[in-house]
């Protein structure tokens, strides 16, 4: 007996939150804390691969989970800010 598959619409499921993300970020954070750059509807949840956005920690404590401390970034400006950051931390 072979096992059907059970459908469970987690594609639909998928769309409805990247869309309902996608609000929340355009009402809270409509652009990256670095550059300024308005995030893409692409940015909020991509189909596959790697995440466009990260959560950057105003304080650089990464326990202080408080909201206040956490702003949303494109990776990439994430990245560049703490390589800009140990560089400049190097030379003192």
């Excluded at 949303?72 to 931390?89: G, M, S």
């Amino acid at each position: 007996m072979a096992i059907k598959r059970r459908h469970t619409g987690t594609s639909a499921e998928k769309a409805r939150l990247k869309y309902f993300l996608w609000l929340l970020m355009q009402k809270y954070q409509p652009d990256c804390y670095f550059c300024h750059e308005p995030f893409r509807y692409a940015d909020s949840l991509p189909a596959r691969g790697t995440d466009n956005l990260t959560e950057h920690h105003l304080d650089g404590d990464h326990q202080n989970m408080a909201l206040a401390n956490r702003v949303l970034v494109h990776r990439e400006c994430h990245k560049a800010f703490h390589t800009k950051d140990n560089i400049l931390k190097e030379d003192i």
